[in-house]
């Protein structure tokens, strides 16, 4: 994984696409020296998407599987009066 400014990113834009792309590589962008942000190919960035929807899922499940049991609507009806 290649770590640059953003401004060196800008000046050779179509390098770093083309690195990230075909290479495979992954490039880092600072601003003052602090990372910032990332240039990812398209196959890394469906992957991370996938794992995120595959973790989103997971907690969805886990909440489902802790929460307190649905009472019907005609139950609370039949307890509490149609009033």
Do not use: N
């Amino acid at each position: 994984m290649s770590e640059m400014p953003i401004s060196v990113a800008r000046d050779h834009l179509g390098e770093v696409v083309s690195r990230v792309e075909h290479a495979h590589e992954r490039a880092v962008l600072t601003k003052h020296g602090r990372p910032v942000a990332a240039v990812v190919s398209m196959d890394d960035l469906r992957r991370l998407e996938a794992a995120e929807d595959e973790a989103d899922l997971a907690a969805a499940r886990e909440a489902l599987a802790a929460a307190e049991p649905r009472v019907a609507h005609h139950d609370v009806l039949a307890e509490f009066g149609d009033d």
